[in-house]
């Protein structure tokens, strides 16, 4: 394995664990916003091809995953304005 194949690999890890931080101070920052949902980070491994009896790290990747199809919390208002869609579908935005 090459130099530039430890550092790449070192690399991948801290941005993916970059990504994951993101994703987790989001969450974070907006617990008690109205109408936000969860978003997670998935690990993928990936694995690097270097011929016959040679060793190559590989690496990691994350990819961010939005909750967005999920039915969010409902709760009661006192305003006659405020509308919530129970089940499917999105409201939708403009003029028609």
């Known amino acids: ?3 530039y194949g430890v550092m790449r690999t070192g ?5 993916a664990q970059s990504s994951k931080l993101g994703t987790v101070a ?3 920052a907006n617990s008690n ?3 936000y949902k969860r978003s997670a980070s998935e690990f993928t491994s990936m694995v690097l091809s270097q011929g016959t009896g040679a060793y190559n790290s ?3 990747q994350a ?3 939005r909750a967005i199809s ?3 919390t409902l709760s009661y208002t006192t305003s006659s304005l405020n509308l919530a869609i129970d089940g499917n579908g999105f409201f939708r935005g403009g003029r028609s």
């Open 33 to 35: 916003t109205t109408g």
């Open 1 to 3: 394995m090459s130099l």
């Open 70 to 72: 999920q039915q969010g």
């Open 63 to 65: 990819n961010t995953v």
């Open 58 to 60: 590989g690496g990691v």
């Open 11 to 15: 690399v991948s890890g801290m941005n």
């Open 26 to 28: 989001d969450n974070i």
